[in-house]
C-alpha cells in the first residue's frame, strides 16, 4: 500500500469537461509534487509545492491548474484538456525541497481525453 | 546527449540469474535515485545514493561519484522483480530530479 494515496485511479473525460485530481499524504511532507508521465517515457514534472506555496510551474498549459489547500492534501483542476493530455498523472511527496530525500509516489491517475 | 543515460534499455533473464543495470550522469548532482515502476503505474523509491554503497534484501546499489557512474545489482532474480528500473538524479544547484529513460526488465520463471 502506497503512503500517498491518488484519486480517481482512472478518469475519462470529454474535452470540454472539467475534472479534478486528488492527492493526499499524512507523513507531514511539505513538499508536494504533480508529475505526468506518457507511456514508456519517465515522468515529466509539472508542479512544485513548497510549504503550501507553488514554488515550480514548468511552463504548464493554464488548462492545468494546482491547489493545495493544506499541507496533506493536492489537487489538479482540469479543464478544456486536449487528447494529447492523456497520460498518467502521478503525485508524489517528500519530507523537504531542500533536503535530499526520497520522494513517495502515489499509484497514479490514468487520464484518458476523448 | 541526454544528462542521464541507463543502459540496457530492454533485459530479458532467467530466474535465478545476476541483474546489472548502469546509469552514467553528466551534471554536478548531490544524490542520485533508484526507482521501480511496475506496470500499472505506481512508482517506488528503492535508493537514495550520495557515495558509496546500499544494500536492501536481494537488492545492491553502488555510486562512484569521480565516474559519475552507478548500477543497481539485483541477486538471485525472481520474476516478481520484472519492472522498469529508473534511476534519477537531483542537481547540485537545484532539487529537481533528472530522469533515465528507464530500463525495463523481464524475469523469466
Known amino acids: 500500500d502506497t503512503e500517498v494515496t491518488q484519486t480517481p485511479k482512472h478518469l475519462v473525460m470529454g474535452m470540454t469537461n472539467k475534472k479534478s485530481l486528488k492527492c493526499e499524504q499524512h507523513?507531514?511532507?511539505?513538499?508536494m509534487y504533480w508529475y505526468k508521465q506518457k507511456a514508456k517515457k519517465p515522468p515529466e514534472l509539472m508542479f512544485v509545492?513548497?510549504?503550501?506555496?507553488?514554488?515550480i510551474n514548468e511552463s504548464v498549459p493554464s488548462r492545468f491548474s494546482p491547489e493545495c489547500p493544506n499541507s496533506s492534501l493536492l489537487n489538479l483542476h482540469l479543464h478544456a484538456l486536449q487528447p494529447e493530455d492523456s497520460a498518467l498523472y502521478l503525485c508524489a511527496s517528500s519530507h523537504d525541497p531542500s533536503l535530499n530525500q526520497p520522494q513517495h509516489f502515489g499509484d497514479g491517475t490514468r487520464l484518458s481525453i476523448l | 546527449k541526454n544528462e542521464v543515460e541507463q543502459s540496457p534499455q530492454n533485459l530479458t533473464a532467467q530466474e535465478g540469474e545476476f541483474i546489472t543495470i548502469n546509469c552514467s550522469y553528466s551534471v554536478g548532482i548531490s544524490a542520485l535515485h533508484w526507482l521501480q515502476q511496475h506496470p500499472g503505474g505506481g512508482i517506488v523509491s528503492l535508493f537514495m545514493?550520495?557515495?558509496?554503497?546500499k544494500k536492501h534484501g536481494r537488492l545492491i546499489a553502488t555510486i562512484n561519484i569521480q565516474e559519475k557512474h552507478s548500477s543497481l545489482h539485483i541477486t538471485a532474480s525472481h520474476p516478481r522483480d520484472s519492472a522498469v528500473y529508473i534511476c534519477a538524479v537531483r542537481r547540485d544547484s537545484n532539487y529537481q530530479l533528472i530522469w533515465g529513460a528507464g530500463t525495463k526488465l523481464i524475469i523469466k520463471p
Open positions: 509545492y513548497s510549504y503550501e506555496k507553488l514554488s
Open positions: 507523513m507531514g511532507h511539505r513538499a
Open positions: 545514493l550520495s557515495s558509496g554503497k
